[in-house]
T-cell receptor, first 112, second 112 residues
Framework: NAGVTQTPKFQVLKTGQSMTLQCAQD?????MYWYRQDPGMGLRLIYY???????DKGEVPNGYNVSRLNKREFSLRLESAAPSQTSVYFC???????????FGSGTRLTVV | DQQVKQNSPSLSVQEGRISILNCDYT??????FLWYKKYPAEGPTFLIS?????DKNEDGRFTVFLNKSAKHLSLHIVPSQPGDSAVYFC???????????FGTGTRLKVLA
């Protein structure tokens, strides 16, 4: 029972490169989320998917796209990476029942 | 516009004493609140929750208090243990919505 799995754990990109952060859950969550964590900024919501086939913007969506491929998978894509996107990215699924989210262990991304 | 604020970036407490972490919010529509704990290189994990119909919720050494009129919640840890050293995030949402809004976090250090 892996919960929420993110890949890769670490990534260094050059400015302008593209990449996709992968997230998969085996907990049958309907809702899934992508957050970024920056020093002094807490966790900020990038995009979320309330259910399979739907996606919506969060607080900081610019520069990102997402795909909810199926119920298990929710990917985050950076089309043209910028140094401002250097951050730790967390994927999460909604546990329901008032217990909030189950988070993955994060992807540390550095854009140089 | 930070809707959920944790004004103390860090807190140090002696082992065995009480730790009090504070969180303020501005949106009066928030009616469900969570606390998460985060260790380095891991995703946040759920700690305790409270809904607006209550003013207190306890789970072992952890108690969350909610003061709706002041738009303030606090997390009490008694007694504090070195293993409690982590970053603590509060989060809030409105019923019927999918998104939790997170605070900026407070780093707790429990000194042995």
């Amino acid at each position: 029972n892996a919960g929420v799995t993110q890949t890769p754990k670490f990534q260094v990109l050059k400015t302008g490169q593209s990449m996709t952060l992968q997230c998969a859950q085996d907990m049958n969550h309907n809702s899934m989320y992508w957050y970024r964590q920056d020093p002094g900024m807490g966790l900020r919501l990038i995009y979320y998917s309330a259910s399979e086939g739907t996606t919506d913007k969060g607080e900081v969506p610019n520069g990102y796209n997402v795909s909810r491929l199926n119920k298990r998978e929710f990917s985050l894509r950076l089309e043209s990476a910028a140094p401002s996107q250097t951050s730790v990215y967390f994927c999460a699924g909604d546990v329901g029942g008032g217990y909030g989210y189950t988070f993955g262990s994060g992807t540390r991304l550095t854009v140089v | 516009d930070q809707q959920v604020k944790q004004n103390s970036p860090s807190l140090s407490v002696q082992e065995g004493r009480i730790s009090i972490l504070n969180c303020d919010y501005t949106n009066s529509m928030f009616d469900y609140f969570l606390w998460y704990k985060k260790y380095p290189a891991e995703g946040p994990t759920f700690l305790i929750s409270i809904s607006s119909i209550k003013d207190k919720n306890e789970d072992g050494r952890f108690t969350v208090f909610l003061n709706k009129s002041a738009k303030h919640l606090s997390l009490h840890i008694v007694p504090s243990q070195p293993g409690d050293s982590a970053v603590y995030f509060c989060a809030a949402k409105t019923s019927g919505t999918y998104k939790y809004i997170f605070g900026t976090g407070t780093r707790l250090k429990v000194l042995a």
